[in-house]
């Protein structure tokens, strides 16, 4: 075999060995980034198809990465945010009251992730709250907090050591509407109280 040869197949294996790493990197990049979150609902994101057979590849990709290991949705439906109701990006110096009313499900919670995809590193014991720990009021309307540091009574989820972070609402056994149309799930509004020097 020719000089020629052999170096025309060393070029051919590193453009190929440098597209696999280029396409690899590009794609662990995007679905980091939370592109195929899937569909928005007041401020949520959710995939009805999360945890189906019907899910495509880059949903399965997410879900993945993610590290979530979803049921199906007759089971669980998930939703996650990363941002307040004014947009801005849910912020570990910052205060925030969750609200909500009666939800269609037989049990649900909400959990605090860091940007890391997983739990915040710190000892609170309340990285999430969930339908037995709010005070509905006689309407079913209730309230929590999202915060570093214990407020003095009612539900809390802990955000200390989160950084910019992310919180997930999972609901358990959905009633049948819920699971045909989740724009039919009235969604937690998540609003900024304050925030701490560096806001």
Partial sequence: MSADRKGSRWVTAGV????????????WFWLQ????QGES????????????ADADPWTRARV???????LTKEHAIYFTRNTDGSGARLREDCRYRVSGGAMPARWWSVTVYAADNY??????DALSFDATEVQPDPDGNWTAILAPSRPESGAW?????????DITLRLYQPDAKAQADY??????????LDCGEQA
């Fill in 183 to 192: 724009g039919s799930i009235p969604m937690p509004k998540v609003e900024r």
């Fill in 157 to 165: 989820a802990s955000t200390r050591k989160a950084g910019e972070f």
């Fill in 33 to 36: 980034k939370g592109m195929v």
């Fill in 64 to 70: 993945a990465v993610a590290g979530l290991l979803a």
């Fill in 41 to 52: 609902y007041a401020g949520w994101s959710g995939n009805s198809v999360t945890g189906s």
């Fill in 16 to 27: 190929v060995v440098a597209g696999l790493v280029v396409g690899t990197a590009s794609g």
């Fill in 119 to 124: 739990l915040p590193l710190n000892n609170d």
